[in-house]
């Protein structure tokens, strides 16, 4: 009879929590956007494909429309799928869903740095990195010199392979890297040096780690798998020994500090922590400088590498579109000097081919997370303070009215009928609002 009971009281208990579920979720999605109906503890985790998360949005969004809502476990989500949708919350809802969606697997950082920050000192702390990164180069001719400069280590490099067969993972990181840490900390490494190649492997292995099922499950479960053997743990301690690597180099810094001659970004960021050092809630701290530091080096070495390591394959696989960007670069540029940014007006097919690249790649299909920072009304529908806002890039960039055969890699989707380049405005690979 024991046992009996036992069995009664927990279909009671369940069926308790299941009546329990369905009513809130009816009261509180009303107002919400469509959606399938989210099951107790797991919410609408049966109805994604994890290997392939932007093709269960787009099935979803056939079904429910371009604004829908899920829950993975107790957690809400709007997707945006589609150009109109997406636009509207990047740009014209911009401060809206500014927020950023939290990352358990980045949760060592603890709302610092400008990435995976849901934190107060976000959006001062990416206005001044803005601010500095340009002070220091981005987008001006001291950076072309920059990258021109690097570029030929990079030659030296690739020759020193005399062309053989060689993994060009790291070779190739080295150029972004160095590019990004001169403006960083003023420096540069060895293509043979230890400790950046250590960065190099951390950052591919924790790019990788972050598109694979078990972190995404992760992300969204972390409250009941947090404990559990698997690959967050080694994601966050890569996460660890990154920052630990940027805080250092931080530490270095001001220990060699000149208020008067301010080096590079990280000098500036520890000048703009001196003026904060008697406020009660500063903004930059060693470790807010420090997460900075790794969020710009992780982001700008690693996107560009692999792109450039895409582009390659591509270029392998379509020796058509390779022989043609070979004609245009020795009949604008030649064999005798360095090309210059200047050169991209007068070179269509190459800014076309590099467009078709990422878009063909599309790096980042979901985007990162944006997040509500206040109740507000979206096309007629009330998205709660709270809500992780979900912006599909892939829609955008495979939108076959755009790019017809989206599927294929064709250059021609950047050029008009005259072989001019043509922009798009469903170019969005890394998003309206990225940093980059």
């Known amino acids: 009879m024991a046992a009996v009971g036992i069995v009664v009281a927990l279909l009671v208990w369940m069926a308790t929590l299941l009546l329990i579920s369905i009513w809130k979720h009816i009261y509180s999605s009303w107002q919400l956007p469509p959606g399938p109906f989210p099951l107790p503890i797991v919410g609408n985790i049966f109805q994604l494909e994890f290997k392939n998360i932007p093709k269960s949005f787009t099935r979803l969004a056939e079904r429910f429309g371009p604004v829908f809502t899920l829950y993975l476990g107790s957690r809400r989500f709007v997707v945006l799928h589609g150009y109109k949708a997406v636009k509207e919350v990047l740009l ?19 709302d610092k740095g400008i990435i995976f920050n849901n934190g107060p000192t976000w959006q001062d702390t990416r206005r001044f990195s803005l601010t500095t ?10 950076n072309e010199q920059r990258i021109q400069r690097e570029a030929q280590f990079l030659l030296g490099a690739l020759r020193k392979t005399h062309g053989q067969p060689f993994d060009p993972t790291f070779v190739i990181g080295f150029a972004p890297y160095n590019v990004i840490s001169d403006i960083l900390f003023h420096r540069r490494a060895d293509y043979n040096d230890k400790t950046a190649l250590r960065m190099l492997s951390l950052f591919n292995e924790n790019f990788h780690l972050l598109s694979t099922p078990w972190i995404q499950l992760y992300n969204n479960f972390s409250g009941y798998i947090r404990y559990l053997p698997g690959s967050h743990r080694k994601l966050m301690k890569n996460v660890s020994e990154i920052k630990e690597y940027a805080l250092e180099g931080v530490k270095d810094h001001q220990r060699s500090l000149e208020a008067s001659c301010p080096r590079d970004f990280t000098d500036t960021m520890l000048l703009e922590m001196e003026k904060e050092k008697h406020s009660t809630d500063p903004v930059y701290t060693l470790d807010n400088i420090a997460v900075t530091v790794a969020d710009l080096l992780f982001a700008g ?7 450039l390591r895409y582009g390659l394959l591509i270029l392998m696989k379509y020796p058509e579109v390779e022989e043609k960007l070979h004609e245009e670069i020795d009949r604008v540029i030649g064999p005798s000097r ?4 200047k050169d991209r007006l007068d070179m269509p097919y190459l800014d076309a081919v590099v467009h078709e690249i990422q878009r063909f790649i599309d790096m980042i299909p979901s985007n990162l997370f944006h997040e509500a920072t206040r109740d507000t009304v979206f096309r007629g529908y009330v998205i709660p303070k709270g809500t ?24 021609e989707h950047f050029l008009n009928e005259n072989g001019k380049f043509k922009y798009s405005d469903h170019f969005k690979p890394f998003s309206a609002v990225c940093l980059f």
């Open 301 to 307: 070495t690693e996107t560009t590498s692999t792109t």
């Open 388 to 411: 992780v806002i979900i912006p599909t890039l892939d829609s955008l960039l495979y939108d076959s009215q755009e790019f017809p055969e989206p599927e294929k890699f064709k250059p």
């Open 133 to 142: 990164l340009r002070d220091f180069g981005m987008g001006k001719q001291s």
């Open 92 to 110: 014209d809802y911009r401060n809206e869903f500014s927020g950023r969606g939290e990352i358990p697997a980045f949760r060592v950082h603890q």
């Open 338 to 341: 360095i090309p210059a940014i």
